[in-house]
């Protein structure tokens, strides 16, 4: 059994479809990443029909705990970076409250307790959107509570809250940059 590679990423998804198939993607560049797949994730993976194949370096962890367990990683510096991508204003609205009662939403919670950087890819974050559903692109329109508590997410440490898949990537790019030293 080869020994797990530490530092990694924590990479949390959520019930959210907006820009989920991306987010995949984005994944699949990382390596020695732990994906946390929330029980609503699961309700999108399906929707959307999409596979938990990543790469080797990839571990899944599944909701399958109270309290979500997988978590414990953030105790022993397993993670470096934790990544909540994308983030349903019901998850953001969650971290904003402090209320930690969902894998994502702990993942956010335990890495900063532990002093864990994250990313926070925020579905709400304008007036009006324009998001791929299973069926093709929709308009939403986010209720000014999600855009107020993605503002005040904005606020809290070592937390960067991103509003497009480019600012995504970028973020990821300069966190792989410091982690190697670069940064």
């Not at 007036?127 to 986010?142: C, D």
């Not at 809250?161 to 480019?166: D, F, I, N, T």
């Amino acid at each position: 059994m080869t020994r797990l590679h530490t530092p990694r990423w924590a990479w949390a998804l959520t019930g959210s479809g907006h820009f989920f198939i991306e987010s995949f993607d984005l994944i699949r560049t990382l390596e020695h990443c732990d994906v946390f797949v929330s029980k609503a994730a699961n309700e999108v993976l399906r929707m959307y029909k999409l596979k938990l194949d990543f790469p080797e370096t990839t571990r899944v962890l599944h909701d399958k705990t109270a309290s979500s367990v997988p978590i414990g990683g953030f105790y022993t510096g397993v993670y470096h970076t934790a990544v909540i991508a994308p983030a349903t204003s019901n998850t953001v609205a969650k971290c904003v409250a402090g209320i930690s009662d969902s894998l994502p939403t702990n993942v956010y919670a335990q890495a900063g307790k532990c002093l864990v950087p994250s990313i926070v890819f925020a579905c709400d974050t304008a007036p009006e959107l324009e998001t791929m559903a299973p069926s093709g692109i929709v308009k939403v329109y986010p209720r000014p509570i999600d855009l107020e508590n993605t503002a005040r997410l904005k606020t809290y440490e070592r937390t960067q809250v991103v509003e497009s898949l480019a600012e995504l990537i970028e973020a990821i790019s300069a966190r792989q940059r410091v982690i190697s030293g670069d940064g």
